[in-house]
């Protein structure tokens, strides 16, 4: 399994950075994928998912700015999602993680977590 993160980095107040995210391994299963951040000195918290049926959540501090994209197919291993964070805002600087996993009934029953990639916003 193996979860590959792609984008973020700098930006100024006001500006765009996306970030993409790809999924592959001998899993089939795997039905949401989405990305989670953390600030220095807070918790992880949820940026937005989207599942397999296109199914989309965002967190409350990034709606409206930040709009998620996903290909899950259910007949192939590899899968993608990718991250437009537009706007962007001192406080959307942290280490953003991809999260890939199956969930049932709305509950998660395994998933996975990519290395994390940084984003700055600052002036």
């Known amino acids: 399994v193996q979860l590959q993160a792609f984008g973020g980095g700098v930006a100024h107040p006001g500006e765009s950075l996306g970030l993409t995210c790809t999924f592959s391994?001998?899993?089939?299963?795997?039905?949401?994928m989405g990305w989670y951040r953390q600030g220095l000195g807070q918790e992880r918290e949820l940026v937005a998912t989207v599942t397999q049926d296109g199914m989309i959540r965002y967190g409350d501090s990034v709606k409206g700015r930040f709009t998620i994209s996903g290909d899950l197919p259910t007949n192939d291993t590899k899968k993608m999602v990718y991250l437009q964070m537009n706007s962007v805002k001192p406080e959307d600087t942290g280490v953003y993680f991809c999260?890939?996993?199956?969930?049932?009934?709305?509950?998660?029953?395994?998933?996975?977590w990519g290395q994390g990639t940084q984003v700055t916003v600052s002036s």
């Open positions: 999260n890939a996993g199956y969930q049932l009934l709305g509950s998660s029953v395994y998933q996975y």
């Open positions: 391994g001998q899993v089939l299963s795997i039905n949401i």
